[in-house]
């Protein structure tokens, strides 16, 4: 690649970036407006920067180390604790923003060659289901960094498949925020098997570090009981079938159908499906066959993260099955996006007339529109309980922080009641900070 056309490469790269997090600004204006921490945001990751400082980086929450997020609000304590929640918000947007300007870069070509159809792809990713949870909060960015780390696996140099080590490194270093990785082990596998490649083996080492290191860590939200091979198989079919299938074509109001079908039915009626659009998908589309089979084995590991979720939080098995299989969250970040890639990437790849290209605009278009489960625009509703009462905890807060650093503070300081998005009964507040001598 020449220097002219690198630049334009990076302009186009960032460019997309900024496009990217303004849609989602304008998505959710209240964000910005009204700033206030989104769940564990606060209740983790401020409360325990507040507490522990650097000792936080290394904390574990809920089973899994969250490096990231956890350095983003380490250096957003360098700032006024009431500018906290802004600032987790935008780095948070930063970060999601890059990972998925990704996909307009020339590397990926070999799925989608239009580079205006990629541009107009990573711009419908903010709005498809579960952005607006995971975009702009810490404590969801796992959801959206994993979408982001099957880019830069994705992405090919030169039409051939290599990895370099700064890439490498980074990836590496993604390893330790996204603990649902694990499933993507095969892929490296295969990547490495595609190219010898030994930078793939380097990737496998360090995601069984991060593994490791996940294992090691406690964990509060582990079943009490373990969810049986049938109810695992179960959750793995109803999550690929209703969320790569069903839900791009009916949308959210046309799944009510789908979850009253009984078992056998489901999974007759899925196969069928899904096997005609894969065929249609393998016949029509100009993808090379290795390239599309690494593609499809990316989409079957990466939705092994719904029964790993089942085996590690109690509260999962209900929501992630039929009948009450929930969507709108953020477990549907990861398999809108690769939704979206496969369909998208095989209407927008097919040669054809200009009316055949107009019909798979539009077909992607509606897909989007299906992808979504909430409105385009949310109206910014403020946080009362937050906009009343955060400036003064957070005066208290600074106050008692410059006294310990300045070796002043002779008596514990408690700050409490601090209120959380989304609010009760979702989510509780910080119930109390404490900053000790």
């Not at 990713?125 to 959206?144: D, I, K, Q, R």
């Not at 694990?182 to 596998?189: H, S």
């Not at 979850?259 to 998908?281: C, N, P, Q, T, W």
């Not at 097919?350 to 019909?359: D, F, I, L």
Request: net charge positive; glycine share 8%; aromatic share 12%.
């Amino acid at each position: 690649m020449s220097a002219a056309a690198g630049r334009s490469t990076r302009v186009r790269f960032l460019t997309v970036a900024l496009a990217v997090f303004a849609i989602s600004a304008l998505r959710q204006p209240a964000v910005f407006m009204y700033p206030a921490f989104w769940a564990e945001d606060g209740t983790e990751f401020f409360r325990e920067s507040v507490e522990l400082g650097e000792a936080a980086l290394v904390k574990p929450v809920g089973g899994m180390y969250m490096t990231l997020p956890r350095l983003i609000a380490w250096l957003a304590s360098f700032a006024a604790a009431r500018h906290a929640p802004l600032l987790y918000a935008v780095g948070a947007g930063i970060i999601s923003a890059l990972g998925f300007a990704l996909f307009s870069r020339p590397g990926f070509r070999w799925l989608v060659p239009s580079d205006a159809a990629r541009v107009a792809l990573c711009l419908a990713f903010p709005l498809l289901s579960g952005m607006a949870e995971c975009f702009f909060a810490l404590c969801t960015l796992t959801y959206v960094l994993f979408p982001g780390i099957l880019f830069l696996l994705f992405e090919r140099a030169d039409d051939e498949w290599r990895m370099s080590w700064p890439r490498a490194a980074l990836i590496s270093f993604l390893w330790l925020s996204v603990g649902q990785a694990v499933v993507l082990a095969p892929v490296l596998l295969a990547l490495w098997a595609r190219s010898w490649d030994r930078r793939y083996l380097f990737l496998v080492a360090t995601l069984c570090t991060s593994v490791a290191l996940n294992l090691a860590a406690p964990n509060t939200y582990v079943p009490t009981r373990s969810p049986s091979l049938t109810e695992l198989l179960a959750v793995y079919a109803d999550n690929l079938f209703v969320r790569l299938v069903y839900f791009p074509m009916l949308g959210h109001s046309g799944l009510g159908l789908v979850y009253s079908l009984r078992e056998g039915v489901f999974l007759g009626l899925s196969l069928v499906v899904a096997g005609s659009l894969g065929y249609l998908v393998a016949r029509h589309t100009p993808i090379p066959g290795r390239d599309l089979g690494l593609l499809l084995l990316s989409i079957v590991c990466a939705l092994l993260v719904f029964p790993l979720t089942a085996l590690t939080r109690y509260y999962a098995l209900p929501t992630l099955l039929r009948p009450g299989l929930v969507i709108g969250v953020r477990y549907d970040v990861a398999p809108s996006v690769l939704a979206l890639l496969l369909w998208g990437a095989a209407l927008l790849s097919v040669r054809g007339t200009a009316r055949w290209r107009t019909v798979a605009v539009l077909g992607v278009a509606v897909m989007v529109l299906n992808l979504r489960s909430r409105p385009i625009y949310e109206p910014p509703r403020p946080f009362r309980p937050f906009v009343w009462e955060w400036p003064g905890q957070s005066d208290r807060i600074d106050r008692a922080r410059a006294r310990r650093e300045a070796g002043a503070l002779r008596r514990t300081v408690v700050v409490g009641l601090i209120h959380c998005r989304p609010g009760p009964p979702v989510f509780g507040p910080i119930r109390q900070i404490v900053i000790s001598p």
